[in-house]
């Protein structure tokens, strides 16, 4: 099936520092998907992405919808503690998938502060 | 808002034993799914359904089984559960025609 690419695997930064993450496929997605998970908690959404090209922020994220349709990334700025956590992107291929996501590994950020 | 909930956080079963896993949304969403999540593998989907009473097996369906019987209600049965099933559990409800899936707390089962 699909695949998604998310690098890096882990992150450890110190609080203030941005922090960038980014997600690729070889396949072409309609919609991109940026979620965050507490430990020991499910994923919250971030940021949902719609159009390529599209830059959407909330708050000290920014996230951003590749031209070729087959990547997004993610920017966090000025690092809290609070942003420890999971992060993963998600895309959806359209068509008749019911809303079915593919899921990048994950990337797990550690904030020292 | 919307909120998914998880009849368990944390489950301890023996291997063979049959496991169900319940899963509630308050939201009227027509889809729901489960998802399994290992360290370094991500979430991977077991199921996933529609409608109530229709079913769709996700990427790796082997060992599981789900019931919609209510379109609030998404359960997911290991029928003899094996050591390789521990994990954890995610349940997750969009709207139909929705991609921005909505997750519960998860449920951590350990399978002895």
């Known amino acids: 099936g699909q695949q998604l690419n998310q690098s890096p695997q882990s992150m450890f930064i110190q609080e203030g520092e941005d922090v960038s993450m980014n997600c690729t496929s070889s396949?072409?997605?309609?919609?991109w998907l940026w979620y965050k998970q507490d430990p020991g908690e499910g994923p919250v959404l971030l940021i949902a992405?719609?159009?390529?090209?599209e830059l959407t922020s909330n708050g000290r994220l920014t996230a951003q919808f590749g031209i070729t349709r087959k990547d997004s990334f993610l920017n966090i700025s000025a690092s809290i503690p609070s942003d420890v956590g999971i992060y993963f992107c998600?895309?959806?291929?359209?068509?008749?998938?019911?809303?079915?996501?593919?899921f990048g590994q994950g990337t797990i950020l550690t904030v020292h502060p | 808002d919307v909120k998914v909930t998880q009849s368990s956080r944390y489950l301890v079963k023996r291997t063979g034993e049959k496991v169900f896993l319940e899963c509630v949304q308050d939201?009227?969403?027509?889809?729901m799914f489960w998802y399994r999540q290992d360290p370094g593998l991500g979430l991977r989907l077991i199921y996933f359904?529609?409608?109530?009473?229709?079913?769709e097996k996700g990427d790796i369906p082997e060992g599981y089984s789900v019931s919609r019987e209510k379109k609030e209600r998404f359960s997911l049965i290991l029928e003899s559960a094996s050591t390789n099933q521990t994990s954890m559990y995610l349940c997750?409800?969009?709207?139909?025609?929705?991609?921005?899936?909505?997750f519960g707390p998860g449920t951590r089962l350990t399978v002895l």
């Open positions: 997750a409800s969009s709207l139909s025609g929705g991609n921005e899936q909505f």
């Open positions: 396949s072409i997605f309609n919609t």
């Open positions: 992405l719609y159009k390529a090209g």
């Open positions: 998600a895309g959806n291929a359209g068509g008749t998938s019911y809303g079915k996501l593919t």
């Open positions: 939201m009227d969403h027509e889809n």
């Open positions: 359904s529609y409608d109530v009473k229709m079913k």
